[in-house]
């Protein structure tokens, strides 16, 4: 695989640009979050360290526009910035013709892999305990190739698009990221006793790739029964390696056993460019602006994006906080608490005062 450069991140005066996409129903509160959190300093001075050198350049999209002029305007910011932090664009599900615009995003900008890291909170009352598995999705193709046309009245036909060059790629990045981080497995989930053609080849080029990497095992599971066994027996799962529908699927179902929507976040990458946000991609908008959102979903996207950043005194110091929380009880309701959005942010920023003082 080519190797191609990475784009620098944008760095004016000591400080980090990043693009920030709020998105709809509980994306901009949330946004509104992790800007109190990542500049405490212009809340309460007593903090120590000045606020992390991060500015944010707010770009809105709507999602009904007729034209394209707000997804080209994000795009030439994540563009110039290198990074961005997102909240979910909604997208109108049954009119013809309308791009998703969070889809167009992460294929405009090549970010051909979603890595969601599914770890147990001790501190939350879940389905399954001592989860730690990492999906790798292909997020360029497959399923979400947006090419749908009726042939004849009444037939619809969908277009799966799977290729070689995406199914190596996404592949080489879950046995790299298995071989850097330790990992011992990964199991390709795939539908390739039906879809013999289109998963058969993301099937099989797995299998190419792993034999270049002989200390992990590689072995593979169906869809329907991998979704079985995560419920039934999640820790036999190390690194999912997976198409892009199925990884949705997967996801959302891991998220469910661990606490739900509220608490993991996802990150996209390219070559070039990385959108980190919260991991099962909702807007939540039934529950916006009531302040009973849970926030941690998106503060951890942040930390992730300020690791990313080399900004790690800082994350530390903030998933510490959001740790501490969580392990404290202070839930939203989705966790089965009682706190609200504004109660589970201030037990945070009082975290962060004690680390800082
Ligand atoms: P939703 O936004 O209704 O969320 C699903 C459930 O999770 C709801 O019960 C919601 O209240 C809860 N939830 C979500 N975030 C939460 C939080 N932070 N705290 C507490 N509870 C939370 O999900 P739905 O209906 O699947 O999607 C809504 C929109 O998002 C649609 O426009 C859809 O197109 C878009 N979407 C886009 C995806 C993408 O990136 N391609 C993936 C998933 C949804």
Sequence with gaps: IKKV????????????????LPGAGIGPELMGYVKEIIFPISLFQVFKYAGVPVDFEDVEIDPNADDNVDLDYAITSIRRNGVALKGNIETRSTEAGVLSRNVALRNELDLYVNVLHCVSYPGVNSRQKNIDIVIVRQNTEGEYSMLEHESVYGVIESMKVITNFNSERVARYAFEYAKRNGRKKVTTVHKANIMKLSDGLFLEISRRVAKDYPDIIHNDMIIDNCCMQLVSNPHQFDVVLTTNLY????SNVVCGLLGGAGL???KNYGDHYTIFEPGTRNTGTSIAGKNIANPIAMLNAAVDMLRHLGHKHHATVIQNAINKTINQG????????????????????????????
């Design 5 to 20: 450069m990475p784009i620098p991140k944008a760095h004016y005066g000591g400080r980090h640009t990043v693009t920030m």
């Design 264 to 266: 993991l976040a996802g």
């Design 247 to 250: 990884g949705a699927i997967v």
């Design 330 to 357: 202070i839930h939203t309701r989705d966790l089965g608490g009682t706190a609200t959005s504004r109660d589970v942010v201030d037990n945070i920023l009082k975290h962060i005062k004690i680390a800082t003082a």
